[in-house]
Every structure is written in C-alpha cells, then in structure tokens.
C-alpha cells in the first residue's frame, strides 16, 4: 500500500515562507518522481512541482524562482519551500506519485495566505 502523508500548511501573511513535507512509504521511494499539486476553491488542481529520481526539478510559471522543490531519499520525503507567499497560492497541497499505473495522493494541507 503507497501512503503519502502531508505537513507543514498553515495561515501566513504575503511575503512570509512555509516548508511543506510530504513522507512516502509502500514505493522504492528513491526511483520515483515525485509531485506537488495545489488546488485552489473553485479551481482545478494542478501541478506546482517536480522532482525526478536523478534530482531534476520543473516548476509551474507560477511558483518558478519562490518555491524549491527537493528530496530527502534516506528519509523517504520530498519538502516543498515556499518563499515569498502570495495570497493567489492559497490551496490545499497534494504530495502525489504515480506508482503502478495509478496516481497516488495525499490527504493534503492547507496553506493560507492573507494580504
């Protein structure tokens, strides 16, 4: 059973950071890339961040230069840093992978941005 557990949201003002965290198990952790997802009220979800097995990264326009994505193999986790928080990335954050030929989520956090 793949289990993805989501931490770290919470109610900041603009301009402050959060450190999401996300812990896998049930995957060879270490051989998956691994995603972040935010989905807004109202919004469709969509891809925020990715990081691949080697270490490469991709990030939406949105969150390029604020938000570092990376991985912790020996801890089975990926961190998401999110600096310089707008009141537009307010979400709930999805850890996600694909394993088997099926998406796998977490539960998600909630992080809150106020102007």
């Known amino acids: 059973q793949v289990y993805l557990v989501e931490s770290g949201g919470g109610l900041v003002q603009a301009g402050e950071s959060l450190r999401l965290s996300c812990a896998a198990s049930g995957i060879n952790f270490k051989i998956f890339t691994m995603n972040w997802y935010r989905q807004a009220p109202g919004k469709q979800r969509e891809l925020v961040a990715a990081?691949?097995?080697?270490?490469?990264?991709n990030y939406s326009d949105g969150v390029a230069g604020r938000f570092t994505i990376s991985r912790d193999n020996a801890r089975n986790t990926v961190l998401l840093q999110m600096n310089n928080l707008k009141p537009e990335d307010t979400a709930v954050y999805y850890c996600?992978?694909?394993?088997?030929?099926?998406?796998?989520w977490g539960r998600g956090t909630q992080v809150t941005v106020s102007s």
């Open positions: 990081i691949n097995s080697s270490g490469a990264t």
């Open positions: 996600n992978t694909k394993a088997w030929g099926r998406d796998r």
